[in-house]
Each structure stands twice: as C-alpha cells, then as structure tokens.
C-alpha cells in the first residue's frame, strides 16, 4: 500500500493558480493508478482527477480543460497543475490510490492539502 502527503495548498483569488504535489512512499508507486480527490466543507468526496500507470488521463466533467494531472514515477509523484481557479474549487484535496475503470479509491486517505479560492 501507498503512503501520500499531499503539499502546495494555500489561498488565491478566482482566476489564480495552485500546483499540488502528492508525493507517494511504501510500494512500488509506478503500479498504482492514482487519483486526485476533494471534499468541501458538508460535500461528498468527489474524484478529480485520475491518471493511469501508462499515464491514460480522466477528469471530472466539473474540471473543463482547467486542470492537468501528470506523474513522475522516478520522484513517486502526482501533481495536479490547477488554472483559472473558482470559489466553487475551494476544498480539501486528497490523492490515493484507485480502480481507475471505476474511479473507487483503494487506499488510505492522508491529510490532505487546503485550497480556497476567495472571490
């Protein structure tokens, strides 16, 4: 099972920029599919992002062309490059493994990274 510690979190005002980290330890990272999560203050976790092990690419229908996941297997890390960003992005972000067929996470959750986004 993969460990994560998610980083690069913070505060921006609508139309700025975040780029999150999520830096994978405690398997063999290049095996996992791997996906980005968030969960607002009284929201279901919702799936993000997901990127394969051969790097094959999903994103939530909310993301329209706004963000971009990539991975580096030789660093054990995820990030998620997020542009013109929007009050309604303000959430905890989180990654983990997951079916990427399904989107259903399969690992443990770490703390996860704070955004908000003010108006």
Do not use: H
């Not at 921006?12 to 203050?41: D, E, H, K, N």
Request: positive net charge; glycine residues 12%; hydrophobic residues 30%.
């Amino acid at each position: 099972q993969v460990q994560f510690v998610e980083s690069g979190g913070g505060l921006v005002q609508t139309g700025g920029s975040l780029r999150l980290s999520c830096v994978g330890s405690g398997s063999v990272f290049s095996s996992y599919a791997i996906g980005w999560y968030r969960q607002a203050p009284g929201r279901e976790r919702e799936l993000v992002a997901r990127i394969s092990i051969v790097s094959n690419i999903k994103y939530g229908d909310f993301v329209k062309g706004r963000f971009a996941v990539s991975r580096d297997n030789a660093k054990n890390t995820v990030y998620l490059q997020m542009n013109n960003l929007k009050p309604e992005d303000t959430a905890v972000y989180y990654c983990n493994t997951l079916y990427y067929s399904t989107g259903r996470p399969s690992g443990s959750w770490g703390q996860g990274t704070q955004v908000t986004v003010s108006s």
